[in-house]
């Protein structure tokens, strides 16, 4: 019989730590899930995850463990597994985090930024598998992204490839939390599309959204907006049509710019149904060159919040 | 003594085929330029590029010929050097163009798009010498370009990629020819920048552009707007400032979704002085990633239209 192979993922959030013990096939076959606990600062975390790790690897009795993964927040230097400056953690500015785990584990260990683990693992396991070649977009409180070229990442020269949230859309627009004009995040990130919710609430007073937060507008947030699409109210299609139409510009620009057709979309934004995808397919089509229009191909992500763990695992198997 | 190697570079234009005999050090040691005759349909077109081809070849006198490579207008289908619908020949939809050179002079032969092939000639001869990973822009009658990672041309998965013309800047935009909106070639390229200098002439009555075109607006071209702005002229250098900040957007985007760090721009209208290429470095520091800002590099091309040739040539070389 041959041996199983497997391997630990580690999805490294803000507030949480998620682990899972992965098959070689993608299958989850143990996970922990531990505080990230930030405000203790870098070595407090790192025994967080430490622990959770030690935790799934109980559940490993048999087989050969290939290394560890981790999808990490912040700048990561992925050649030599060190993080700079994730938000949420405080003191941490940079740390080897590849070789802190290393010394309790003794196995490879590889580490990468959140955006591009998810994106590896919808092409290991999800909605990527079938394509070789896609542009991956997590859609939530920002617009993050990753590059899949040939079934592998595409990290480009420093490590930074598929900002996808900071293409552009118009010269003479929002001005962006990065400091540049017009980058689709400032429009379609959670910030402003709460705001946009909130301006238009005043003449759709029957709105579903009005009954989702009891009435106090303070509490409008995209969650809610998602929650009265998917009920059929107007408004809130209207906003993410609106939405998606601006996302595909973007799209449209970074697929004739990398040569691509297909764009994975996940993230807790893409969940207001499936007249979002439509819209994003609209406007991308109108925005790629001609000979592309016809193969453009706009999917959800399959792997919702466990592609971090799979992710990160797929980084060693 | 060793052998010299030389490869014959075949600049396929839409009114002129150039060709040269190239030295794998990147000299011309001879060239050759006929006219295309593209009117003719793509036999006699054919048989011009083997005339100008045999012609260079009398000059190897000695030596290896490493190949035959040709850069092409139209879509190119570079693995099997086809090439479909060049602008400009009447009659040519689908020709296979490498198989139908090889028959006379059995060589291997390559075929490469115009503007990736500018793009290797810069690599490999040129301005990008120096630098393994770089965005390549041809910006003249439209506005094209090429990618160079690890010194090597980046052609997407499809074949298509660089086509920074057809960034969008403005989701509420200018239509463009490729029937998209707010393409950067729609605000930039020559028919555009035409107009907004015949606009702004009426307000302009003593600009140097005027006395270019002897007072004949329908004659005002970027050629034109160029020499009045290399003589100081106000308006002409108005005018490409803010198309050089418009095309900085577009890079903006351009880097952030490939990681590039440095531009290389030719074509004819990048003559216009430094101040263009100061507008451009300005506009695309402020649409990357803050990360990235201190490392933008915006430098010409050195090639000018040897290009053509030595890219082709450094397609075999």
Known sequence: MSQIHYAVGVDFGGTTIKTGLISSEGKIIAQAKVPTMGDEGPKIVIQQMQKSIAEVLTHAKKGKLRGIGI????IVHQQDGIVFDPPNIKGWHRVALSREIRKVFKVEV????????????????????????????????????GIILDGEIFRGPHGGAGEIGHVSIDYNGLLCNCGAIGCVEAYIG????????????????????LDLVRGDISKVEPVYISQAALEGDQLAREIFTEAGTLLGVALGSALNTVDLRVVIIGGGISAAGDFVYDAIKKSTQAHVMKSMRKDITIIP???GNTAGMLGAAGLVL
């Open 110 to 145: 590889k580490v990468e930024n959140d955006a591009n683990v998810a994106a590896i693992a919808e092409a290991k396991f999800g909605a990527g598998k079938r394509y070789p070649n896609f542009l991956f977009v997590i859609w939530g409180t920002g617009v993050g992204g």
């Open 190 to 209: 959670q910030r402003n599309l709460s705001k946009r919710a909130v301006e238009q609430l005043k003449n759709h007073p029957t709105s579903r959204i």
């Open 301 to 303: 992500a399959k792997l």
């Open 71 to 74: 999808g990490s927040p912040g």
